[in-house]
């Protein structure tokens, strides 16, 4: 069993920059793929940033590319998302989010994910 918690999230004017910490529990979380999604008010959760479990492979979605960067420090047991040049329409929960059950560098699809965090608020004002 391995438990999430995020933390980071807040407001911030347009333009601004936040980063969110994904703390896990356990002593595996080295061999976990990781990855943060979000959920809009009236919308689906959507894929945001993915991670391989050394760091050295990355994925994101269009809509924050050049914007955010996905990193993690296994000594620390923490994934990080800066989030850069934020928009209001990056105004969401933010979840992060481990695999360790399928195969590949990075993972994309939230169905693929094993454990999930409580989520953490982020809002961007213009």
């Known amino acids: 069993q391995v438990q999430l918690v995020e933390s980071g999230g807040g407001l911030v004017q347009a333009g601004g920059s936040l980063r969110l910490s994904c703390a896990a529990s356990?002593?595996?979380?080295?061999?976990?793929?990781m990855g943060w999604f979000r959920q809009a008010p009236g919308k689906e959760r959507e894929f945001v940033a993915a991670?391989?479990?050394?760091?050295?492979?990355?994925y994101y979605a269009d809509s924050v590319k050049g914007r955010f960067t996905i990193s993690r420090d296994n000594a620390k047991n923490t994934v990080y998302l800066q989030m850069n040049s934020l928009k209001p329409e990056d105004t969401a929960v933010y979840y992060c989010a481990a695999a360790f059950r399928v195969s590949g560098s990075v993972v994309i699809k939230s169905g693929s994910y094993d454990y999930w965090g409580q989520g953490t608020q982020v809002t961007v004002s213009s």
């Open positions: 356990g002593r595996t979380f080295s061999s976990y793929r």
């Open positions: 991670l391989s479990r050394n760091g050295g492979s990355t």
